[in-house]
């Protein structure tokens, strides 16, 4: 079923574990998520960017995906569906009328006190539809080249920014980045912990692709309860895909290409579940 992350990021936090959000690419990976966190009896977070609402063709029809994957493979596992990295309020709105149980709305890049009012705004139509909200203060860098360009999150403006929007999950910039780290992670672990205090709300953890064991434990020790994961799948899935198409060269159905990476996704996806320790948590 779906739901809203409220709930679920309570449990996470007294209990001291992380509930996994995986990116959806397509109408495949939504079906193996959803079996693997099935099997491992974990709660789950589909995050869907911009992009990907485009490239499925619009927010209902990503919403009625998902409702009928759910459904037709006797999903049992609380699943949230979350927007992730919305830029303006129109995105969030369309969402939420549309289905969504959970939305991000990050307008990081622009000055504080414009982040503060559209967040808020956000907010307040969230709330009027039993939908969480999750936004984010700095900036994270990307990777290669830009992965040195950050905007580390105040501790001061982090509680600022919480105590007067009202959202339900705070996404610091704490030297985390989206791809992978190419051996340049710096996570500023002490700041973390010092805005988990500060803030009082579930943390989130974005970039965590590529992190390992230690790292992602210190970051739920330090109050994060959602950790993104996105790059570490689709780069299993496509050295799988490159594998199956070398030696499968006469191939051309794209279902038997696509699928030949089904394994390598659901394996990563049971590490990550078990390690962030929301494995058997139902």
């Not at 690419?25 to 709660?43: M, T, V």
């Not at 490239?55 to 569906?81: A, D, Q, R």
């Not at 980045?177 to 672990?189: L, M, R």
């Not at 992190?211 to 970051?219: I, S």
Request: glycine share 6%; aromatic share 10%.
């Amino acid at each position: 079923m779906l739901v809203n992350s409220k709930k679920l990021f309570d449990n996470a936090l007294k209990q001291g574990y992380a509930i996994p959000a995986y990116n959806i690419n397509n109408l495949e990976w939504i079906r193996f998520i959803l079996e693997a966190c099935n099997e491992d009896k974990s709660p789950v977070i589909l995050a869907v960017t911009p992009s990907s609402i485009e490239y499925f063709g619009g927010y209902k029809i990503v919403v009625n995906l998902v409702e009928t994957m759910i459904n037709e493979l006797c999903i049992k596992v609380p699943v949230v569906l979350h927007l992730d990295h919305a830029n303006d309020f129109l995105s969030c709105k369309m969402a939420i009328d549309a289905g969504f149980t959970s939305v991000m709305i990050d307008v990081s890049t622009m000055g504080f006190e414009d982040n503060v009012a559209i967040t808020d705004k956000v907010v307040s139509y969230a709330k009027e539809h039993d939908v969480s909200v999750e936004a984010e203060l700095g900036s994270l860098g990307s990777d290669d080249s830009s992965q040195d360009i950050y905007l580390y999150s105040d501790l001061e403006q982090s509680h600022d920014f919480v105590f007067r929007t009202g959202i339900d999950s705070f996404a610091p910039s704490v030297g985390n980045v989206h791809g992978f780290y190419n051996g340049n992670e710096k996570i500023d672990f002490e700041l973390l912990g010092a805005i988990c205090k500060m803030v009082r709300i579930p943390l989130v953890l974005h970039g965590a692709s590529g992190l390992d064991d230690n790292k992602l434990k210190t970051a739920i020790f330090c109050g994060v309860t959602k950790i993104n994961f996105n790059t570490d799948l689709m780069y299993a899935w496509s050295c799988e895909v490159r594998k199956y198409l070398k030696t499968n060269k006469d191939i051309y159905d794209p279902r038997k290409i696509i699928l030949s990476g089904k394994n390598a996704v659901k394996k990563v996806i049971h590490e990550k579940n078990t390690i962030i320790g929301s494995k058997n948590r139902l």
